[in-house]
């Protein structure tokens, strides 16, 4: 497990060319598949800007690796909109505040997001159902 807020500025590494592709600025959750779909890096050529989810080899303490410059740039993806989750607020389906999203836990291996933690406790990944401008919204208990 990784927090999002501790992946955020990890240099994207290469295997291939033991180069940097750029620095982690988000990670983009589908809420159909309650999990990371893309990595959105900062300093990155355009074509490697959004690397999808499947082609990230590994996230380590200190960065995230992807196989090759070329693999970075395989497309085409589509992905969903991209939404802030930190600090967002929290509502349930039927309309109730739970806090706002402190951090999120994920897999590092498959990118299912496990656990959302927000300022009134903590929240099943397997909950959530959508991400928005407005608000992340998850399942009631």
């Known amino acids: 497990m990784r927090l999002l807020s501790q992946t ?3 240099p994207v590494i290469t295997t291939e060319e033991a180069e940097e592709l750029g620095r982690v600025e988000d990670l983009t959750i589908d809420p159909r598949t309650r999990s990371v779909v893309c990595v959105r890096l900062s ?25 090759s410059v070329a693999a970075a740039g395989v497309g085409p993806h589509e992905f969903p909109a991209h939404h802030e989750v930190l600090g967002k607020r929290v509502l349930t389906e039927h309309g109730t505040a739970h806090g706002t999203v402190k951090d ?5 291996a498959t ?3 496990h656990t959302l933690y927000t300022a009134l406790g903590d929240i099943s990944g397997d909950h ?14």
Request: without cysteine; glycine residues 16%; aromatic residues 6%.
């Open 128 to 141: 959530l159902l959508g991400v928005g401008e407005y608000a992340v919204v998850v399942r009631g208990a």
């Open 8 to 10: 955020r500025g990890l």
């Open 111 to 113: 990118g299912h997001v």
């Open 104 to 108: 999120i836990a994920f897999d590092t």
């Open 43 to 67: 300093g990155a050529p355009k074509h490697a800007a959004t690397i999808a989810w499947e082609l990230i080899e590994g996230v380590g303490q200190d960065a995230v690796v992807v196989r």
